[in-house]
Structures are given as structure tokens and as C-alpha cells.
């Protein structure tokens, strides 16, 4: 449970005017990681055991209008600012970190710092624990469907070049525009992202288009949640997504995702992953599988969680991520991650 740092409650100008109330709470991590490293013939390996910490900070706004509207805003300040371009959350034609809300009954519209609509309805296989440096979703099987777009700039996208995560989100500046409807058990979504500030791009178009809605309810004696989503840049691509999750009365927990994304002149990207979770007490653990196939190149890998919650916030976190890459006609690569150490909520 995080615990409120400083909150205002109740900050009202005059009466008759909306009330706002605002909250800080954070996150910090401490312990030792190995990452990914580069050896001398660009092969990528396990790195040097090493120090690992890191704090996030995250603001949070709400309020309430006369006739019932909600709104309000958050920002995490480890994404208002990087060391390459600080204080980009001043832009308003760009994305930093922050993301605006506006909700009405069981409609809400948010733009900003916000998933796509597929990414948002299609359950991920990370389905318990986590780690500190997040090696159980870093690993070249998983599929976070943040996005995935020619990193390179050679005009082509491949999983063995461009990285993981079957969206199109982050195409343009990941500034994302949705509204999402609640009916039910059922949630409905909308989103769009322009790729250029509402400029055409020749051979990608001017918008990501993106829908997609998601069943939770109870099946039997089944926590069901099963989600399907579709995004399409006109002249670039179209990305379809299913997933499914169970949740069952032992603790266990299980899930499985399929994507495909066909891309204009180019090889179909498919992917397939697994998941399983186990929750009691104060113990939880959570294992993933994934691979991505393009033609005849393949990535995999599987991602291991284990957490021990020590109450208060306070919790012991240990992660495994193993990734192996298959290009066709040429060699294969593979390597590990590992992360140990504490998590503090507050």
C-alpha cells in the first residue's frame, strides 16, 4: 500500500468552485543488477555484476467539477526529463511524462503520456512479482506492446534490428489520445497518435489509428480477462492483438497472447507468448515465454520474478531475463540479466 508524502485536500478557492486535492507518493530501489553489455565483436552479453539504484517521484491531481465531471492529471518526474533533453514536459506539442485526464460516468478521455488503445485492453504476460531492473519484461520474448519501429532508420523493420513490443505506439511522440467507455464487464477504447505533429509522412501516413475493448469477469471460479485490440498507421502497417488471462481461487494464475502485424512491403512480425503466476501471503512469483518470428529470424526468451512483500511498502525483489536471437544465415546470440535487491513504495 503506498502511503501518502504530502497531499492538499480540499483546496477550494470559493464555494461552488470544483475542489482539487493533490498527492506525491514514490518508489525507490536499491540493490545490485547485471545488464546486457556488448562484447568487442558486437555480441551481446551478461554484464559485470554492479550497484543498482533508482527513484521515481510521481505527482498526482484530481478534482471534482460542480456537475459531476472528474479530471485530473499525473506526472513521474524520472519522464519529464532526461539527460538529452530536460524539461520537455513544457512542450505542448510533446510528450513528457505527463498524462490529462476528464471522466464522466464510465466514459474517460485521457491524452498525453498513455497507452494505445491495443496496448491498453490486451493483457501482458507479466503476470506476478516484479523485479527491480524489470528483467522478467526486458527479455528479447516479451512482448510489452509499447511499440516497435525502425530503430535503425534503414526504411525496413525487423525483430533483429529494431528491438521487441508489437504496437505502434511511439511512432510519433508517443503524445496518445484515448477514450475509453466502461459497460459492464466489458471496457471499450479508442486512440489515436499523430506521427508528425498532424504532418503526412511519405510511406507512413499521419495518424495511428488504434481500438480495442476487454472482458473482466468471473467464469466459474476463474478471474477471466480477455482483451483484443487492432492499430493501424495507413501506409505503414496493422497490428491485430489477443490475450487472455485466468486468475484461479489458489493463487495460480496463467495467460496467453497472440500478435501479428503485417507490415506494408515487408515480412509479417508474429508473436506467441505464455505466462504463469503464483501469489500466497506474502510470496509471489511469475515466469513468462515468448518468441517473435519474421520470415526465418527468431527471438526468444523467458523472464523469472520473485518478490517477498515485507509489509509497509517494503519489499525483497529478485529478477531473471534470458534472451537468444536466430537470424537467419548467420550466427546466434544469446545472453542473461539479473537484478537482487529492495523495493520501497511510499
Given at each position: 500500500m503506498k502511503s501518502i508524502l504530502f497531499a492538499t485536500t480540499a483546496l477550494v478557492a470559493t464555494a461552488g468552485v470544483a475542489s482539487a486535492e493533490i498527492a506525491l507518493t514514490g518508489n525507490a530501489e536499491m540493490g545490485i543488477y547485471a545488464p546486457v553489455d556488448v562484447d568487442v565483436d558486437g555480441d551481446r552479453e551478461m554484464g559485470d555484476t554492479q550497484f543498482f539504484t533508482d527513484m521515481d517521484?510521481?505527482?498526482?491531481?484530481?478534482?471534482?467539477?460542480?456537475?459531476?465531471l472528474t479530471f485530473g492529471a499525473t506526472i513521474d518526474l524520472d519522464e519529464a526529463a532526461d539527460n538529452n533533453n530536460p524539461g520537455r514536459f513544457e512542450n505542448p506539442n510533446q510528450q513528457?511524462?505527463?498524462a490529462i485526464f476528464i471522466s464522466y460516468g464510465g466514459a474517460t478521455f485521457t491524452m498525453g503520456d498513455t497507452d494505445g488503445a491495443l496496448d491498453a485492453r490486451v493483457p501482458e504476460m507479466a503476470l506476478a512479482a516484479g523485479s527491480l531492473n524489470d528483467d522478467e519484461t526486458i527479455h528479447l520474448g516479451f512482448n510489452h506492446g509499447d511499440g516497435l519501429s525502425d530503430s535503425d532508420g534503414d526504411g525496413f523493420t525487423t525483430v533483429i534490428e529494431d528491438g521487441v513490443g508489437l504496437s505502434l505506439d511511439g511512432f510519433g511522440d508517443g503524445q496518445v489520445a484515448r477514450i475509453d467507455y466502461a459497460y459492464d464487464a466489458f471496457t471499450f477504447s479508442a486512440s489515436m497518435e499523430q506521427v508528425a505533429d498532424g504532418a503526412d509522412v511519405e510511406d507512413l501516413g499521419d495518424t495511428?489509428?488504434?481500438?480495442?475493448?476487454?472482458?473482466?469477469?468471473?467464469?466459474?471460479?476463474?478471474d477471466l480477462t480477455v482483451g483484443l485490440g487492432y492499430q493501424t498507421l495507413d501506409e505503414y502497417a496493422d497490428v491485430t492483438s489477443v490475450g487472455a488471462t485466468g486468475g484461479f481461487g489458489n493463487g495460480f494464475s496463467a495467460g496467453l497472447t497472440y500478435t501479428d502485424m503485417s507490415i506494408d512491403g515487408g515480412d509479417d512480425i508474429e508473436h506467441w507468448g505464455v505466462g504463469f503466476g503464483y501469489e500466497m501471503n506474502a510470496i509471489a512469483v511469475g515466469m513468462n515465454?515468448?518468441?517473435y518470428t519474421q520470415d526465418d529470424d527468431k527471438l526468444s526468451g523467458f523472464g523469472l520474478a520473485a518478490s517477498y512483500d515485507l509489509g509497509g511498502?517494503?519489499?525483497?525483489?529478485?529478477?531473471?531475463?534470458?534472451s537468444d536471437i536466430d537470424p537467419d544465415g548467420a550466427s546466434s546470440d544469446d545472453y542473461d540479466t539479473y537484478s537482487l535487491g529492495l523495493s520501497m513504495n511510499f
Open positions: 517521484i510521481r505527482f498526482t491531481l484530481s478534482g471534482e467539477a460542480d456537475n459531476g513528457g511524462g505527463e495511428i489509428w488504434g481500438i480495442g475493448v476487454a472482458y473482466s469477469g468471473q467464469l466459474s471460479t476463474i515465454y515468448g518468441e511498502g517494503l519489499s525483497a525483489r529478485l529478477g531473471y531475463g534470458y
